[in-house]
């Protein structure tokens, strides 16, 4: 398997190169050259499988250049903690995707990339240097996941006093090779002074310089996986006959439109998904594309599910791609649908009254989606939806839909005992530079 650009599927790169690159040369992104069939080992009718072991194989079909034993060892890694379907309602099904480190589901690729790119610097004998800005949520996956990483140092620069105080602890706590840089200064500050490093050649010969971007195949691929695992846990909870596949509906809550592209490369591949369910917030750009055939990018809005606010969603073009630019085709296959701040408070008192159960505001605007999508009486398939944050990450949404507090899980109660250690500089490059080469 190899991999092309968006724009030119005439250069065929291999894995290594579009996970060291992140972005083509071209500018545009990587895609594979073809999406693989469901391996034999995997049928979402045979529930006996663990989940890091569906993962590798999942993983092997796309990258045949790492051996499928050094892919289980990522796979183990990546997947060490569980991924349960929770029943909703009749029907109605939840994939909990938050269990990791940071409790949003950014963890499972941040920590296949970190351990993809330590598999090929070990093999080279090099070192790598990461630098990423944050406004939160992206360096606590980065920094969780690239933790005791070998041969790689990462440097997250964030804005002090502009992240959440639970954020700022999963990011300065971690030590090690994590270093937390708390700039005097925005968030544009942090990601001017990052792209100051990664054009300065000298620093990025010197040290190895590269970027953790979110847009990067090493982080989309694994996620593949949940749609698999996802049908193969239904198969198992609805217990029907071992051979009999069952076919579901998934919605998924989406920003950048990443994992979206991951649920139609399984869908691609096999998976028994009868339709995909797009589901956003405010930021109507994809929803207005599948009404009116036109995709018009534009400065984000906020909205109380804010990693869902990407104004100018990047993954689209894979999603694109993935449909050769047909939209009467990516229509069959996807319905779209968009949830204000409103409706996404509605959605978490209906689903706690009905159910007890927490939604947090991105999962909530994918439940409320589907009910838009997919009113109850039109059809007995189930529809999974993906789980995308734990409800404890947004505590002043919950309470204010809610009035309740959602206890700390204690992956974050551990975070925020532990001593914060971070470099205080003002927005200065000559500063991070000297930290960087230190
Ligand atoms: C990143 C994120 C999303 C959006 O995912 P995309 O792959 O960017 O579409 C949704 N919910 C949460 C909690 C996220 O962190």
Redesign the pocket.
């Known amino acids: 398997m190899k991999f092309r650009s968006i724009l030119n599927d005439h250069s065929l790169v291999s894995f290594r190169e579009a996970l060291f690159r992140g972005i083509a040369p071209d500018g545009s992104l990587y895609v594979p050259e073809a999406i693989p069939t469901l391996p034999a080992g995997v049928k979402t009718s045979d529930a006996t499988q663990s989940l890091p072991r569906v993962a590798a194989q999942v993983l092997s079909a796309y990258i045949e250049e790492i051996s499928s034993e050094q892919i289980q060892k990522m796979a183990d890694r990546a997947f060490s903690f569980p991924i349960p379907l929770v029943k909703l309602e009749d029907d109605l099904y939840l994939l909990e995707l938050f269990h990791g480190p940071t409790l949003?589901?950014?963890d499972v690729g941040a920590r296949f990339m970190a351990a993809a790119l330590s598999y090929f610097l070990e093999q080279e004998q090099q070192e790598l240097t990461i630098a990423v800005a944050t406004s939160g949520?992206t360096g606590s996956a980065v920094a969780q996941g690239f933790v005791n990483v070998p041969h790689i140092s990462v440097f997250v620069l964030y804005p002090s006093g502009k992240i959440s105080t639970l954020q700022e602890q999963q990011i300065t706590t971690v030590g090690g090779n994590i270093h937390a840089i708390e700039v005097e200064g925005t968030f544009d500050d942090c990601q001017h002074l990052v792209k100051t490093a990664l054009a300065d050649q000298e620093l990025v010969r010197a040290c190895n310089l590269t970027t953790a971007n979110s847009i990067n195949l090493g982080r989309l691929i694994p996620q593949i996986t949940y749609y698999v695992w996802g049908l193969m846990e239904l198969q198992r909870q609805t217990g029907r006959s071992p051979n009999q596949e069952i076919a579901a509906d998934v919605c998924v809550?989406?920003?950048?439109?990443?994992?979206?592209t991951a649920a139609a490369y399984a869908k691609r591949m096999g998976v028994p998904i009868a339709r995909l369910f797009s589901a956003s917030n405010a930021n109507v750009v994809v929803p207005e594309f599948f009404r009116t055939g036109s995709f018009r990018p534009r400065p984000s809005v906020q909205t109380f599910s804010n990693?869902?606010d990407v104004g100018n969603p990047s993954n689209f073009a894979r999603l694109q791609a993935l449909y050769e630019g047909n939209l009467d085709a990516m229509k069959s296959d996807i319905a779209s649908t968009s949830v204000l701040d409103e409706e996404t408070l509605v959605e978490m008192q209906r689903t706690y009254e009905r159910s007890g159960y927490i939604l947090d505001p991105?999962t909530a605007v994918g439940v409320a989606a589907t009910r838009k999508l997919k009113p109850s009486h039109s059809s007995s398939r189930p529809t999974i939806v993906v789980g995308?944050?734990h409800p404890a990450k947004f505590p002043e949404v919950v309470e204010k839909a809610l009035h309740i507090t959602t206890p700390l899980p204690k992956q974050l109660q551990e975070a925020l005992q532990r001593t914060k250690q971070s470099t205080r500089i003002p927005a200065d490059y000559q500063r991070v530079k000297r930290l960087l080469l230190a």
Do not use: W
């Open positions: 949003a589901f950014k949520d809550p989406s920003g950048n439109f990443g994992n979206l990693a869902m991105h995308t944050a």
